[in-house]
């Protein structure tokens, strides 16, 4: 199992040097660039401001530049925010998204995966389709708006939570919870979906029926022998979804004023900001390729099948 | 499943078993009442958003000055009111509708072409092109979609509002037909030792053929689901876009486009938010049922 996760990290630098090449092309064949601005500054000094960031050299020698920084560990300049690394804003912006994928995911896979067993072990009774109902409401609703619906009841109707920021004198818990919840709610009705139908199929399966014949009670059947296997499609959805969850989201970042990287993402690809666009890919493609290995080898603990004795 | 493949001749492999097994997925289909009702749904509000906007009493880009953003009334037909700038809210929903409803299909629809002939070729070929196909899906993956979204939308700029919505759907249908080849792609491997493909190759077919006239016809079941549970994701894909601003522009509208300016005007004028809010989420549960009992109908286990 570790020579397959040291092999699967070595296929990943390939992997993240064609990632890496890919958004900088795309991101550089976007027209425009981070000095392009309405008022127009004198060729001169917007040909001087290319040259001190590289940008009058052909792409590809930009790319091999940017890619030598990156093995001496510097993600570059912004070059939108004068003042600022693409490091300084990412360490700035990096723990909220952070803090905030991490908490709806967990709340997500808890409350999600519990509703999917409650609904598969119900199956075609009332619970089962009150939480299809829920769920499927819930992937209808766009967090756009749940997010501000759920301010103007519980911040501002009720005031029971606050609505947005992060801080007032200090930090408290409370500023979490409305994003946290408008974050996960989209997560919580795939996998109680998800959880559902494979555990339904866990059920019916053999191992499951022998667990059965052999007079265990019916609660550890479930905790112990139908759960396991069918936690697995969660697993290998909840891998990528996490990434993307930590990566931040524009919507909730933005609708409950959040200093995220999401945020910054979206704001840095419409300036043309290339090395802070190219500083959140890359968080985002390492979280990706991390989460998937650590899907993958918990697949392996889980999984009697791929388990090897 | 066997039997009928033996019945299988050459010339007519596909209209034999498809005829056969749509048949009994549309008689399963009809048995689930969710799934009925949604398609009900869905045809009315396809009329509605076609034919709604030259039927009903205001344009969608009608102003009234003298109407601004006042709640529902009776007074000139505005039973859902006017917004911010004294436009007929029914007007702009049902346009809107057929925008959203538009993005959604003629996306999935590009998702779809790409994704199919993607994923068909990569399976049936199998082995280094396969592998080779199947990387550049994985990167494509691990670059984050709004990113895409942005490049695609600014590299060809356009100020043409009908054009900006042709590249809503490119750039949308862009991102959105990865999943589509992975699925197409395990179906195909799983097809390709099959016995009617070996006919076929048999039979002096070439790959092409084989992968269009063979493959692709055997994996519509799943890509029939996937892309009726994609219109849904796609519509509000687009409703995240008119969210940062890079959505469909005015004078056109979508619901997505709609909401946003709903909400922000939930305090004062809720009736904004609440119509093309209560007509998305409509559309949406009817698509997601339709998929869901589609799901069920084409499952061959339900059989």
Redesign the interface.
Same mark, same amino acid.
């Given at each position: 199992m570790l020579t397959q996760a040291v092999r699967r990290l070595f296929v990943a630098v390939p992997?993240l040097l %064609?990632?890496i090449a890919? /958004?900088f092309f795309?991101?550089h /064949? /976007?027209?425009?660039g981070p000095f392009t601005k309405e008022r127009q500054m004198p060729p001169e000094i917007e040909r001087r401001l290319e040259h001190q960031y590289g940008l009058d050299l052909p792409v590809g020698e930009q790319l091999q530049r940017y890619v030598g920084g990156l093995l001496r560990g510097d993600l570059g300049p912004s070059m939108v925010y004068k003042d600022k690394t693409v490091a300084d804003i990412l360490a700035e912006g990096a723990p909220t998204s952070a803090v905030l994928g991490l908490g709806a995911m967990t709340l997500a896979l808890l409350l999600g995966g519990g509703l999917g067993v409650v609904a598969a072990v119900r199956q075609n009774k009332a619970q089962d389709y009150a939480v299809m109902a829920l769920a499927? +409401?819930g992937? %209808?609703?766009?967090p756009?708006?749940i997010g501000?619906?759920m301010q103007?009841l519980f911040g !501002?109707q009720w005031g029971v939570l606050p609505t947005s920021g992060l801080y007032r004198d200090e930090f408290r818990l409370g500023y979490l919870v409305l994003p946290v919840i408008t974050l996960s709610l989209p997560l919580v009705a795939i996998i109680s979906r998800l959880m559902r139908a494979s555990m339904i199929e866990a059920l019916r399966s053999n191992a499951v029926r022998t667990a059965r014949a052999k007079g265990l009670p019916e609660a550890q059947v479930i905790w112990r022998h139908a759960l396991p296997v069918a936690m697995l499609p969660v697993i290998s959805y909840a891998g990528?979804a996490l990434a993307g969850a930590m /990566?931040g989201s524009?919507?909730v970042e933005?609708v409950f004023q959040l200093p995220g990287i999401g945020k910054q993402? +979206?704001l840095a690809?419409?300036q043309r900001d290339y090395t802070l666009?190219m500083g +959140?890919?890359l968080v985002?493609?390492v979280l990706? !390729?991390v989460f998937n290995l650590l899907a993958d080898l918990a697949y392996r603990v889980l999984d009697p099948r791929t388990r090897t004795p | 499943m066997t039997d009928i493949l033996l019945d299988e001749t050459p010339s007519a492999p596909d209209v034999v078993k498809g005829r056969s097994l749509w048949e009994d997925a549309r008689r399963r289909l009809m048995r689930n009442p969710a799934a009925v009702v949604s398609l009900y749904v869905m045809a009315v509000l396809v009329l509605l958003a076609a034919f709604g906007p030259f039927l009903w009493v205001h344009k969608f880009n009608e102003i009234f000055p003298d109407q601004v953003a006042i709640a529902p009334t009776l007074t000139d037909m505005h039973l859902l009111g006017t917004d911010t700038v004294g436009r007929d809210m029914v007007a702009r929903v049902l346009f809107g509708l057929g925008i959203s409803l538009l993005v959604g299909a003629a996306a999935t629809l590009v998702a779809l072409t790409i994704g199919v002939a993607w994923g068909a070729t990569a399976g049936f070929l199998g082995g280094f092109v396969d592998e080779a196909m199947m990387r550049f899906v994985d990167v494509l993956y691990a670059i984050p979609f709004v990113f895409f979204v942005i490049v695609l939308m600014t590299v060809v700029q356009s100020d043409d509002a009908t054009a900006n919505l042709l590249l809503i759907f490119m750039a949308i249908g862009a991102v959105e037909w990865l999943t589509m080849s992975r699925i197409v792609r395990g179906q195909a491997i799983s097809l390709r030792k099959r016995e009617f493909v070996e006919a076929a190759r048999a039979a002096g077919a070439t790959p092409m053929q084989i992968v269009f006239r063979h493959i692709v016809p055997n994996v519509l079941g799943p890509v029939v689901v996937f892309a009726t549970l994609n219109i849904p994701v796609i519509i509000l894909t687009e409703s995240f876009l008119s969210f940062i601003g890079l959505g469909v522009q005015e004078p056109l509208t979508s619901l997505g486009r709609l909401i946003k300016e709903g909400t922000d005007q939930m305090v004062t004028s809720p009736w904004m938010l609440i119509a093309p809010a209560t007509t998305m989420l409509v559309t949406l549960l009817a698509l997601n049922f339709l998929g869901d009992g589609l799901s069920d109908a084409l499952d061959p286990k339900e059989r």
């Open positions: 992997t %064609c990632i890919g /958004a795309l991101m /064949a /976007a027209p425009g499927i +409401v992937v %209808c609703l766009p756009l708006v501000p619906l103007l !501002i990528p /990566a524009f919507v933005t993402f +979206v690809a419409g666009v +959140v890919v985002y493609s990706i !390729i | -």
